[in-house]
């Protein structure tokens, strides 16, 4: 349940420790208010907000509850992460290929991206929840990270070989 003994109790306050003051270096260091004018809601960079924000949630989540936080670091490591890779990743592709605008545009490729990452993150944290139902989790899991890999890859196909 919620700390149950004292390794446990230190183990969640180190959680809580870390999710604190990655908060207050995120809430100190990242403009989260988008500029007047400013369309690119649905575009790579609203991923980047989401990334952090579900990293956040997963640091601070896995000290609330530390009996699932094998299961709730998974927050961190993919919907935080991962998806903070994937979205990286793509602002280098399009600086190189001289497109940089392309990162702040609405796309429906990125809004894809971002969705696939988090089903990856909610259905691979839920299996620590659900015993009966951990494989079939751990699969769509799998394959939610993998589609969003595979999706990335072919978005930026033409970027690889473009130099700016």
Do not use: C, N, Q
């Given at each position: 349940m919620f700390w149950r003994s004292w390794p446990a109790l230190s183990a969640s306050a180190g959680f809580l420790l870390r999710a604190g003051v990655a908060a207050a270096y995120l809430l100190t260091e990242i403009r989260w208010r988008r500029?007047?004018?400013?369309?690119?809601?649905?575009?790579?960079?609203?991923?980047?907000?989401w990334a952090l924000g579900t990293g956040l949630a997963g640091l601070a989540a896995a000290g609330f509850f530390y009996d699932h936080h094998v299961a709730l670091e998974h927050l961190l490591y993919i919907g935080g992460f991962g998806l903070l890779i994937l979205v990286v990743a793509s602002r280098v592709r399009f600086g190189h290929s001289g497109e940089l605008s392309g990162f702040a545009r609405r796309s429906w490729t990125a809004r894809v991206i971002i969705f696939l990452a988090f089903v990856a993150a909610?259905?691979?944290?839920s299996a620590g929840f659900w015993p009966d139902i951990t494989?079939?989790?751990?699969?769509?899991?799998?394959?939610?990270?993998?589609?969003?890999?595979?999706?990335?890859l072919v978005w930026h196909r033409h970027r690889f070989g473009k130099r700016e």
């Amino acid at each position: 349940m919620f700390w149950r003994s004292w390794p446990a109790l230190s183990a969640s306050a180190g959680f809580l420790l870390r999710a604190g003051v990655a908060a207050a270096y995120l809430l100190t260091e990242i403009r989260w208010r988008r500029a007047p004018g400013d369309s690119s809601r649905g575009s790579l960079a609203t991923g980047l907000h989401w990334a952090l924000g579900t990293g956040l949630a997963g640091l601070a989540a896995a000290g609330f509850f530390y009996d699932h936080h094998v299961a709730l670091e998974h927050l961190l490591y993919i919907g935080g992460f991962g998806l903070l890779i994937l979205v990286v990743a793509s602002r280098v592709r399009f600086g190189h290929s001289g497109e940089l605008s392309g990162f702040a545009r609405r796309s429906w490729t990125a809004r894809v991206i971002i969705f696939l990452a988090f089903v990856a993150a909610a259905t691979r944290t839920s299996a620590g929840f659900w015993p009966d139902i951990t494989v079939s989790h751990y699969k769509y899991a799998a394959w939610s990270s993998g589609l969003a890999a595979a999706l990335w890859l072919v978005w930026h196909r033409h970027r690889f070989g473009k130099r700016e």
